[in-house]
């Protein structure tokens, strides 16, 4: 594919993403990428870490992919200003067999379950006006404060699975409270959407157990505090909230419905995802989160130390920190040059206390005469009404978990989030135009607190990555994976993969000046 066939197909996306204002001070200026992968490998799945917080673009195990990006980006230093993305996937890749029931004949069959041909993985339209920011439409979001090519994944929102359409609003970056004399800086930000994944969970449910959800709203919320950023220790700590809501569910027992609810949706219930209340039995939605911390060091030579930890609550005992050991704890250093090492993170998660092995709420069991509360059992990325904290399979949060997509036997649910696991990523550079990164795992599943395993499942997983930049053609590159997963959770999957991609900045519309 020559550079001018790769601009006359971005064309339709920059015409989409930049649009004409005569009253205009600078030129309309449009970020754009296309991008051919090709990828091979055996197993049912492309290796953990060819899949992982890649925004669920990458799940089958052979396939061809061409991308097409076109953004117009926020100015940062305007007052005012406006951005807008389109991005579109198209390719062939091959199937997955899963199992599901027929409940007339009363046996089960596989059928295989690919992704779709065609599919719009970003479309929004933002605003800017001072600090604050305005989104509408599916756009990737990435962990404020983990670093994305080398972290696990943050335990909230990761950059995992596949962007949810919503609306979102918050601060664009940190700021100042007043009368702190900029020693505390705060951010946050709130955003509402619909999954947009009946169909995925329709094509890989079961029909035969456990329950299925479809229509499922997404709230997500997060407030953080900051030292003052240009010190050489600062400290950056808050909580990230998360919550599903609504949709109609429906449970199976040996592929017979037995109950239906339909979630209520509306006014109030956007207020009690906002503010979590109780309607006396139970809070409505699933609801779940992280307190997290970051600190940082800065050396001499502009180096960083890094150090964080985020714990996970899915109630109140998980908020009080009733979970033990229970996060993600991890170390990072970051070179301020290019340099053979650029960067180095260190890993460890454990999910096994979830507040203790015993759930028990009187109110689930009229009659009874315990009027005592065990508040374990905490169950991470599940909940008895919707398909576990995924979109699409994909887990929303950590990709440590593994989600649903994993299971080839349609459990619409984590089969493991009772996980310990290490967890290593290294990147850096080789010459001016090579860039490279390692990342490697282990980990070990013990199923969960309802249904624990009888032996332990383990998993090592690998990946080396390449990227050369090609220095007689500006933007043009070239990356090269190979990937590699061994044990009974993920299964034995390999996988290598080919990009070809390009990046540019056009002008297609252009403001008018004065000579």
Not at 473 to 498: E, I
Request: charged residues 20%; proline residues 5%.
């Amino acid at each position: 594919m020559t550079i001018g066939t790769i601009r006359s197909l971005l064309l339709p996306l920059l015409l989409c993403a930049g649009t004409h204002s005569s009253s205009a001070a600078d030129d309309i200026s449009v970020d754009c990428s296309a991008e051919i992968t090709a990828n091979i490998g055996s197993g049912n799945f492309a290796p953990y870490y060819m899949m992982s917080n890649r925004h669920g673009v990458l799940t089958q195990p052979k396939g061809a992919m061409l991308r097409l990006v076109a953004v117009k980006p926020l100015d940062a230093n305007s007052r005012f200003s406006w951005s807008a993305g389109v991005d579109f996937i198209t390719g062939v890749a091959g199937s997955t067999d899963y199992w599901r029931y027929d409940a007339a004949d009363r046996k089960w069959f596989k059928h295989a379950e690919g992704v779709a041909p065609v599919f719009i993985q970003q479309l929004y339209g933002e605003m800017k006006w001072r600090s604050l920011f305005l989104t509408f439409g599916m756009k990737q979001h990435e962990s404020a404060i983990l670093n994305f090519s080398l972290s696990s994944g943050d335990l909230t929102e990761s950059g995992n699975a596949r962007p949810i359409p919503e609306a979102r609003v918050g601060f664009i970056d940190f700021k100042d409270i007043p009368l702190t004399g900029g020693w505390i800086q705060i951010q946050g930000e709130i955003g509402y959407g619909k999954m947009t994944d009946n169909r995925w969970l329709r094509d890989h449910y079961n029909y035969y157990n456990y329950h299925i959800t479809q229509g499922t709203w997404y709230n997500y919320k997060r407030l953080y505090l900051r030292t003052k950023p240009t010190e050489r220790f600062a400290v950056t700590l808050g909580m990230q909230a998360a919550g599903q809501y609504g949709g109609d569910v429906r449970w199976y027992n040996e592929g017979n419905v037995y109950r239906f609810m339909k979630q209520p949706v509306g006014l109030k219930s956007f207020w009690k995802m906002l503010i979590p209340q109780s309607d006396g039995v139970y809070y409505d939605g699933n609801h779940l989160g992280s307190w997290d911390f970051l600190g940082r060091y800065a050396l001499d030579n502009g180096d960083q130390l890094r150090a964080y930890f985020q714990w996970p609550w899915e109630d109140g005992s998980g908020i009080g920190k009733l979970n033990g050991f229970d996060g993600l704890w991890g170390l990072e250093w970051r070179r301020q040059d290019r340099w053979w090492i650029t960067a180095v993170v260190v890993e460890y998660l454990d999910f096994m206390n979830q507040s203790g092995p015993i759930h028990w709420a009187p109110d689930d069991s009229p009659g009874t005469t315990l009027r005592d509360h065990a508040t374990g059992g905490d169950q991470y990325y599940n909940n008895q009404h919707y398909n576990g904290y995924c979109n699409y399979g994909m887990s929303i949060g950590s990709p440590f978990l593994p989600g649903p997509v994993y299971n080839l036997d349609g459990y619409m649910a984590y089969v493991d989030n009772r996980v310990r696991g290490f967890h290593i990523g290294v990147s850096g550079a080789a010459g001016p135009v090579v860039d490279w990164r390692v990342l490697a795992s282990y980990r070990k599943g013990y199923g969960d607190s309802r249904m624990p395993r009888l032996y332990p499942v383990h998993d090592t997983s690998f990946m080396v990555e390449g990227r050369w930049r090609m220095p007689k053609v500006n933007g043009l590159s070239l990356g090269v994976q190979v990937a590699m997963d061994r044990g009974d959770m993920l299964g034995d999957n390999f996988g290598a993969s080919l990009c070809l991609k390009y990046d540019c900045n056009v002008v297609p519309f252009k403001s008018a000046r004065k000579p």
